[in-house]
């Protein structure tokens, strides 16, 4: 997911935050379309800059398709576009088909080219092109001796296309308190699910499963003629990414893996991973507050004072207006889930707003907490969100895993866990066979692969990653932040450059200094 939102708030807020905020975009200019004004962007980016990057002729699947160069104000010098046409459903080879635009920067020491990487997107929906557009002045190293190659997945073709009933949500999101409130969640969700195939002109609905997406990315490398690829993969990509070495691990000849899930360990272990984590920086900001007068909660216990707001807020919900969303209430859960930035922004302005938001929560005012809290609430319930990943297995599959996860979740963090994940709450009612899994990964054939996470975040599922595959590394960037190559981060570029160029790992234990 290398799509990093601003400001960004939430426990897990790589892959809740970028969802709400990107489809808020999406829903406001969708319409201004539909009031007949101009087209509506699909996470951020413009359907005109889209088709402008995109040539009318096709790639073949023989390594000889035609590259033409992009158009677009921002890209950059020498970029080359075509396209591949892939099956909606791999399962019947001759049925429907997509186009998936790709994007070329060829070696700029051709002489002295290895081969091709390819960027393997996060989301899930982002688009590699916009990724590789924003990375490329950082990866001028790597472009010396590598063609770098872009492409939007399956993912992002279902969001330029989404048909409106699958944007209308099914309910208001909640921790459900028993039983029947979770089946009752669920069953509307389920519903709305049914309710967007039916519409779906598409047929990418049942068949956005990163098992699928791992069969287009061995698209792409057919349509390069390259014997093996070397990736960069990251946020989300990383399932994709898995679901590649599992079914194709004799193409890959390196894999850079940059803030990734772990979805092969399961969901509830990945959301068990970041409460740790952010207990660790909760910590931080509690010191940080302690020793700085213009917090709003310094010369309190800050802990405790959160502590108590959640509690009081799971008794007797804070009622809010929000100009998005209208009016509704803000419970402990809301909090736990959408309340502390672990990032503390420039000048730790996310923190001061944070005890602020906390300091007036606590006399009644949620106004700090209600438009992005809520609107999760009612995009995750939206079934074009949570159809994107559901066919990888982020479901719950009951109440008892969801008690399950509560309980250890309450061992783990006393500020955060006790509540259900959200996207695991919409993907709960999902009707369709869970395509993807998780399973483990093939135990040989994989090369050593390189692994950068930070150590406020996102190291703790990449190192998850990286230890399934024996003599493999885990950089650690100290300091916050998601996707240290899309943020221009100079030191976990180098090692990917490095590793990716040399096939030569760090010495385990490497940090990178925050930058």
């Given at each position: 997911?290398?799509?990093?939102?601003?400001?960004?708030?939430?426990?897990?807020?790589?892959?809740?935050a970028v969802r709400f905020i990107s489809v808020m975009t999406m829903m406001r200019t969708k319409e201004r379309r539909q009031r007949g004004r101009t087209a509506w962007l699909a996470v951020g980016v413009t359907a005109a800059a889209l088709a402008g990057m995109t040539p009318a002729a096709?790639?073949?699947?023989?390594?000889?398709?035609?590259?033409?160069?992009?158009?677009?104000?921002?890209?950059?010098?020498?970029?080359?576009?075509?396209?591949?046409?892939?099956?909606?459903?791999?399962?019947?080879?001759?049925?429907?088909?997509?186009?998936?635009?790709?994007?070329?920067?060829?070696?700029?020491?051709?002489?002295?080219?290895?081969?091709?990487?390819?960027?393997?997107?996060?989301?899930?929906?982002?688009?590699?092109?916009?990724?590789?557009?924003?990375?490329?002045?950082?990866?001028?190293?790597?472009?010396?001796?590598?063609?770098?190659?872009?492409?939007?997945?399956?993912?992002?073709?279902?969001?330029?296309?989404?048909?409106?009933?699958?944007?209308?949500?099914?309910?208001?999101?909640?921790?459900?308190?028993?039983?029947?409130?979770?089946?009752?969640?669920?069953?509307?969700?389920?519903?709305?699910?049914?309710?967007?195939?039916?519409?779906?002109?598409?047929?990418?609905?049942?068949?956005?499963?990163?098992?699928?997406?791992?069969?287009?990315?061995?698209?792409?490398?057919?349509?390069?003629?390259?014997?093996?690829?070397?990736?960069?993969?990251?946020?989300?990509?990383?399932?994709?990414?898995?679901?590649?070495?599992?079914?194709?691990?004799?193409?890959?000849?390196?894999?850079?893996?940059?803030?990734?899930?772990?979805?092969?360990?399961?969901?509830?272990?990945?959301?068990?991973?970041?409460?740790?984590?952010?207990?660790?920086?909760?910590?931080?900001?509690?010191?940080?507050?302690?020793?700085?007068?213009?917090?709003?909660?310094?010369?309190?216990?800050?802990?405790?004072?959160?502590?108590?707001?959640?509690?009081?807020?799971?008794?007797?919900?804070?009622?809010?207006?929000?100009?998005?969303?209208?009016?509704?209430?803000?419970?402990?859960?809301?909090?736990?889930?959408?309340?502390?930035?672990?990032?503390?922004?420039?000048?730790?302005?996310?923190?001061?707003?944070?005890?602020?938001?906390?300091?007036?929560?606590?006399?009644?005012?949620?106004?700090?907490?209600?438009?992005?809290?809520?609107?999760?609430?009612?995009?995750?319930?939206?079934?074009?969100?949570?159809?994107?990943?559901?066919?990888?297995?982020?479901?719950?599959?009951?109440?008892?895993?969801?008690?399950?996860?509560?309980?250890?979740?309450?061992?783990?963090?006393?500020?955060?866990?006790?509540?259900?994940?959200?996207?695991?709450?919409?993907?709960?009612?999902?009707?369709?066979?869970?395509?993807?899994?998780s399973r483990p990964l093939p135990s040989r054939g994989l090369p050593p692969v390189l692994g950068v996470g930070s150590t406020w975040g996102d190291y703790a599922w990449t190192e998850s990653f990286t230890k399934m595959i024996p003599n493999s590394v885990t950089v650690g960037y100290d300091?916050?932040?998601?996707?240290?190559?899309?943020?221009?981060?100079?030191?976990?570029?180098r090692h990917a450059t490095t590793y990716l160029a040399e096939l030569k790992l760090p010495t385990p234990g490497t940090t990178c200094p925050a930058e």
């Amino acid at each position: 997911m290398g799509d990093i939102p601003k400001p960004a708030r939430g426990i897990s807020r790589w892959w809740w935050a970028v969802r709400f905020i990107s489809v808020m975009t999406m829903m406001r200019t969708k319409e201004r379309r539909q009031r007949g004004r101009t087209a509506w962007l699909a996470v951020g980016v413009t359907a005109a800059a889209l088709a402008g990057m995109t040539p009318a002729a096709s790639a073949t699947r023989d390594g000889q398709q035609t590259w033409r160069d992009c158009a677009g104000q921002d890209t950059p010098a020498g970029m080359r576009c075509a396209a591949i046409e892939v099956p909606v459903d791999w399962a019947k080879p001759d049925g429907p088909t997509i186009k998936l635009d790709l994007a070329r920067l060829p070696a700029t020491e051709s002489t002295h080219r290895i081969g091709s990487v390819l960027g393997i997107p996060g989301g899930p929906g982002a688009d590699g092109i916009e990724d590789l557009k924003r990375a490329a002045a950082d990866l001028t190293e790597l472009g010396r001796r590598f063609d770098i190659v872009a492409y939007k997945p399956r993912t992002r073709v279902w969001l330029d296309q989404v048909p409106p009933s699958c944007m209308q949500p099914a309910t208001s999101l909640s921790d459900p308190r028993n039983r029947k409130e979770y089946t009752t969640q669920a069953t509307a969700m389920a519903k709305a699910f049914e309710a967007c195939q039916k519409t779906d002109k598409t047929g990418l609905f049942a068949h956005m499963d990163s098992l699928s997406a791992a069969r287009d990315m061995e698209a792409v490398r057919e349509a390069l003629g390259e014997e093996r690829l070397s990736f960069m993969a990251n946020s989300y990509g990383g399932v994709p990414a898995a679901a590649y070495a599992r079914l194709f691990p004799q193409r890959i000849r390196a894999m850079y893996l940059d803030g990734v899930i772990n979805q092969v360990d399961g969901w509830p272990n990945q959301g068990l991973r970041i409460l740790r984590v952010a207990e660790r920086v909760f910590t931080r900001f509690t010191a940080w507050c302690a020793a700085t007068p213009a917090c709003a909660l310094h010369g309190q216990d800050a802990g405790a004072v959160w502590r108590k707001l959640i509690r009081d807020a799971d008794r007797k919900p804070i009622p809010v207006t929000t100009s998005e969303f209208g009016k509704g209430t803000l419970t402990g859960w809301h909090l736990r889930s959408f309340g502390f930035p672990t990032d503390p922004g420039p000048g730790n302005a996310n923190w001061l707003a944070f005890a602020a938001a906390v300091h007036n929560a606590r006399g009644g005012d949620g106004s700090g907490f209600a438009e992005f809290a809520l609107g999760n609430a009612r995009v995750w319930a939206m079934p074009a969100m949570p159809a994107m990943s559901c066919g990888d297995d982020r479901g719950y599959t009951s109440y008892a895993q969801l008690q399950k996860f509560r309980r250890q979740a309450r061992k783990i963090s006393p500020n955060f866990g006790g509540g259900a994940t959200m996207d695991a709450l919409a993907c709960a009612g999902w009707p369709l066979k869970v395509a993807n899994p998780s399973r483990p990964l093939p135990s040989r054939g994989l090369p050593p692969v390189l692994g950068v996470g930070s150590t406020w975040g996102d190291y703790a599922w990449t190192e998850s990653f990286t230890k399934m595959i024996p003599n493999s590394v885990t950089v650690g960037y100290d300091g916050p932040g998601h996707v240290m190559y899309l943020s221009g981060r100079k030191c976990p570029i180098r090692h990917a450059t490095t590793y990716l160029a040399e096939l030569k790992l760090p010495t385990p234990g490497t940090t990178c200094p925050a930058e």
